[in-house]
């Protein structure tokens, strides 16, 4: 597979602005280990290769187990997920098929759970983001290398 096209230079200015979302989301408290999951479930989703080997990477980076990493896709079978991270995950799956979930009540409930009203917020951001990333990989055919 060929690059389509270097829209991170032919865009910069929102490429750039897209970066400086993720920085932000770095730093807004949520953990890195459930924005990395968050990151490369949504990818897994939209079928980003790019994405997924990126946010893979950057997992195991910040000392995620790979176990958890290689069972991810299977998130609900797998007791080793946080209540947390579990509200987390199904409200990345709601948000990233939106227009089958409609972001179903039940979903946002979850969240009220384990998140704050900020933490929701920061946490669909990075969901939002993600998926912005994912379609901007996948069109203009993003090499993994």
Not at 5 to 21: A, F, G, H, W
Not at 65 to 73: F, G
Not at 77 to 106: G, H, K, N, S, Y
Not at 127 to 135: D, F, L
Request: charged residues 25%; aromatic residues 10%; contains cysteine.
């Amino acid at each position: 597979m060929e690059p389509r096209l270097n829209y991170t230079k032919l865009s910069n200015p929102p490429y750039q602005s897209m970066l400086s979302i993720g920085s932000y989301l770095r730093e807004c408290g949520l953990e890195i280990g459930l924005l990395h999951l968050v990151w490369l479930r949504a990818s897994q989703m939209n079928g980003c290769a790019f994405c997924c080997d990126m946010h893979a990477r950057e997992a195991l980076r910040d000392g995620e187990d790979q176990r958890r990493l290689h069972v991810l896709a299977a998130w609900r079978e797998a007791a080793f997920f946080t209540e947390r991270e579990r509200a987390a995950l199904a409200w990345t799956e709601a948000v990233t098929r939106i227009a089958q979930t409609r972001a179903p009540d039940e979903a946002f409930a979850a969240l009220r759970d384990h998140f704050s009203d900020k933490e929701i917020a920061d946490l669909t951001f990075a969901i939002a983001n993600i998926n912005a990333w994912n379609r901007l990989a996948i069109s203009f055919r993003a090499v993994v290398k």
